[in-house]
């Protein structure tokens, strides 16, 4: 498995209007890995996910894609290699899994084509590959919370890129479902070799399921490693404001936070 960054950001300054948001950052992605960004409400890593998407230009910098600068790419070329799963994504009222799926074979298909046998091979192996093939033929408004995220997940496999950026998977889920989420997700990793960014709110998810964590303060990155080297009481204390202690996970043996609080000091 290489480490060579596909994706990385050189030096960028995102803003929306006049209000700049994050600061002459630099990051790089490593190629086959799952990278988590972590960061207090509003700091700017959901903002870091749009830029590396292509959603959001940087006032200066660059976001490069295999080494060519993200912007100059056509939207086409830039879908084919990476796909995006939005905090909050919305499907049209009634449709059905299989043709919301299929929207991820938009990059690959020309204007007005037939779907060819790869297009339909695609939305099968990307239902089979999220174990919502039973739920093919289901109207997506009906599923759960669970359900659904496995299938925007399944339509930006049907994209068949090799990077997949997640803004807040497990946002509205329950415990079980957070699990099931991140544990195919790793699947995905460990099986296709896919490059895995998302940004995550709980640390303790993100510890146990990331290789590298980026943790993100007040627009710039703060700290970049292994879980074991970013969760830190001072890591958490700069980056949350939250006093702690950190244990290993008794089932993963990652970095566990356990929060002191006002009342348990």
Avoid at 166 to 174: A, I, N, V
Avoid at 208 to 225: I, Q
């Amino acid at each position: 498995m290489t480490h060579t960054p596909r994706l990385q950001a050189e030096g960028i300054t995102l803003a929306y209007g006049d209000r700049e948001v994050v600061h002459d950052l630099d990051l790089a992605i490593a190629t086959g890995t799952i990278t988590a960004i972590v960061g207090a409400n509003g700091c700017g890593k959901s903002t870091v996910l749009r830029a590396l998407a292509r959603l959001l230009r940087p006032r200066t910098g660059s976001v490069l894609l295999d080494g060519e600068e993200i912007h100059r790419l056509p939207s086409r070329e830039v879908a084919r290699r990476l796909g995006l799963l939005p905090q909050s994504p919305s499907a049209p009222e009634g449709i059905v899994v299989t043709d919301l799926v299929g929207r991820g074979r938009h990059p690959h298909q020309r204007f007005l084509a037939r779907w060819t046998e790869a297009d339909y091979a695609a939305v099968a192996d990307a239902l089979e590959a999220t174990g919502t093939a039973d739920l093919a033929d289901r109207p997506v408004d009906e599923l759960s919370g669970g359900q659904r995220q496995r299938i925007w997940i399944a339509m930006a496999l049907a994209q068949q890129t090799d990077i997949l950026l997640l803004d807040e998977p497990t946002t509205f889920l329950d415990v079980a479902h957070q699990i099931d989420v991140l544990d195919l997700l790793t699947d995905l990793n460990r099986d296709r070799g896919t490059t895995i960014v998302m940004v995550l709110h709980d640390l303790n998810l993100a510890a146990r399921y990331a290789d590298s964590l980026v943790a993100v303060h007040e627009g710039r990155v703060h700290s970049v490693g292994t879980p074991a080297e970013v969760i830190t009481p001072a890591v958490v204390r700069d980056v949350f404001a939250l006093d702690c202690e950190v244990i290993p996970d008794p089932v993963s043996g990652t970095p566990l936070v356990l929060p002191r609080g006002r009342h348990h000091c």
